[in-house]
């Protein structure tokens, strides 16, 4: 065994990658030897491969869809393939643990490393868990939550609630940089809209209709998905970006409120950051339905407004803007009150002692 090696793994979305990209720094610094098993070509190798202190490996995936398709039939192909890759990699790299956000490339190297004898420690941010972290709870050591809710559907003695894990410079955002980047002034205040990590097409479409009654009284920072700007709008105070990295944290000090998919990951964020947020879950027909309870939560503790994807319009959409920015100031007191129940160095530390 490496004295001082670590495996992280997790992917498909954002959402599956974030809370890694908070942690792994941390064991950089430290001198840990740190891979990252992803996917061949997810998001997940987007944003961490090349990073500085990690080695990337992908291996083959299968995803379970929710609608018919030959590829469903190959998949179980590509999650053994998956299995064996992970297994061979854990007995090669030899880490001391592994820690893994989610989604379906995690399920088998969470699998692989109970069959090698490695530890795992899985987390899972949203409301109710996936199936693949469902899948992955029977092989972990420990599982790690953000909505305290989520805990009474897992193991009661492996689940341990800790709340958000949020990525330490978005706290280091500068609003300056942000006017800077979009040519925006601040003679209005400014919404940032984001439709998850891919994109919203019924947020966008809204947005889009509703710019001539928003625009009077705000500017709008508009984060819309790969390949779903539309060149053809060219109005003053409206700025597109597909999607953003290290800029996030500037367009984040600049913005009053937010627009938002009920992304665990994004709203935890905002919720860190006090940001006053409307929430347009992704409806039940489209997900297996965790935005809309992470949407309620928030909702039920004063955090967020929500509108319904099914409801929104131009019409609707800036009137619940118009709301969310004349009560902002009672969503930041009641945001003021969340307190996670660790920190992430508490998390930082209970990954060591489950290291072998
Ligand atoms: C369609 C889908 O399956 N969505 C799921 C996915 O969402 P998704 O991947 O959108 O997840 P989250 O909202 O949890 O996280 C998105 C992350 O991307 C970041 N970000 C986003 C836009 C951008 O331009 N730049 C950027 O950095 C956000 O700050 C956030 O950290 O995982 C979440 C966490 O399991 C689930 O709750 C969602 O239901």
């Known amino acids: 065994m490496s004295q001082k090696t670590i495996v992280f793994t997790g992917g498909g979305t954002a959402g599956h990658v974030v809370v890694n990209l908070a942690i792994m720094p941390e064991f950089i610094r430290e001198g840990f030897d ?25 291996i083959a995936t299968g995803k379970l869809r929710r609608y018919m398709s030959v590829e469903n039939m190959k998949d179980p192909f590509r999650v053994l393939k998956g299995l064996g890759q ?27 490393s109970r069959l090698t004898g490695v530890p795992s420690i899985i987390h899972e941010s949203d409301y109710t868990p996936g199936l693949a972290n469902k899948i992955a709870s029977k092989f972990a050591r420990h599982i790690l939550t953000t909505f305290p809710e989520t805990n009474q559907h897992l193991p009661e003695k492996k689940v341990v ?27 209005k205040p400014t919404v940032l809209v984001m439709g998850g990590s891919a994109g919203a097409a019924s947020i966008n479409q809204a947005v889009r209709q509703a710019l001539p ?24 105070g409206y700025v597109q970006y597909e999607y953003v990295t290290d800029e996030l944290k500037d367009l984040l000090a600049l913005a009053d409120v937010v627009v938002s998919r009920a992304g665990a990951n994004a709203i ?50 800036t009137d619940a803007v118009n709301r969310l920015y004349e009560n902002r100031e009672t969503y930041q007191e009641y945001m003021a009150s969340y307190q996670p129940q660790k920190t992430k160095d508490d998390v930082i530390d209970m990954i060591k002692q489950t290291m072998l």
Not at 34 to 58: A, F, K, N, P, Q
Not at 217 to 233: A, F, M, N, P, S
Not at 279 to 299: M, T, V, W
Request: include cysteine; hydrophobic fraction near 40%; aromatic fraction near 8%.
């Open 268 to 317: 935890f964020e905002f919720l860190a950051l006090k940001k006053p947020m409307l929430l347009i879950p992704l409806s039940k027909q489209a997900s297996r339905g965790d935005q809309l309870l992470n949407a309620e939560s928030f909702n039920k503790r004063g955090y967020a407004d929500v509108l319904e994807d099914e409801e929104v319009d131009a019409t609707s959409l």
């Open 86 to 112: 992970a297994r061979r990699l854990l007995k090669q790299l030899k880490p001391r643990v592994v820690f893994s956000k989610g989604g379906f490339v995690s399920t088998p190297v969470v699998m692989a």
């Open 34 to 58: 740190v891979h990252y098993i992803g996917s061949y070509e997810g998001i997940e190798r987007d944003l961490v491969d090349g990073m500085e202190g990690v080695t990337y490996h992908g």
């Open 213 to 236: 009654d928003l625009l009077k009284q705000y500017h709008v920072i508009h984060l819309c998905g790969k390949e779903k700007r539309d060149d053809t709008i060219n109005q003053p």
């Open 161 to 187: 609630n800790v709340g958000a894990i949020v990525r330490e410079e978005l706290f280091a955002g500068d609003s300056e940089q942000a006017l800077a980047m979009t040519g925006l002034s601040r003679d």
